[in-house]
Nanobody
Framework: VQLQASGGGLVQAGGSLRLSCTAS????????MGWYRQAPGKERELVAD???????EYADSVQGRFTISRDNARTTVYLQMDSLKPEDTAVYYC?????????WGQGTLVTVSS
């Protein structure tokens, strides 16, 4: 399984960005895809995730500002980020988990200027 992420960039505070991540290869139909982020000097943390059968969770810090969604084929996950804040600046990583599989995509940098 491979993950290809895109959509990072530089945006001013209050702006929006949309991240995308597509999974390819043999994927078990029941899985969880999500986004994590790691800011300089901090540990990687969950931003939001979405299971293939519905449901998911958000970090408290992004609740109400970020929205995670998946395409009908359930192989692409999106993260719509609105009302961005400088503290959202981080490298964002896509992830997929199922059975004993736990795969990370390459990180995409999101920089929010004040």
């Amino acid at each position: 399984v491979q993950l290809q992420a895109s959509g990072g960039g530089l945006v001013q505070a209050g702006g929006s960005l949309r991240l995308s991540c597509t999974a390819s290869g043999q994927i078990y139909r029941i899985n969880v895809m999500g986004w994590y982020r790691q800011a300089p000097g901090k540990e990687r943390e969950l931003v939001a995730d979405s299971s293939s059968f519905g449901g998911g969770e958000y970090a408290d810090s992004v609740q109400g500002r970020f929205t995670i969604s998946r395409d009908n084929a359930r192989t692409t996950v999106y993260l719509q980020m609105d009302s961005l804040k400088p503290e959202d600046t981080a490298v964002y990583y896509c992830n997929i988990k199922y059975l004993r599989t736990n795969v990370w995509g390459q990180g995409t940098l999101v920089t929010v200027s004040s």
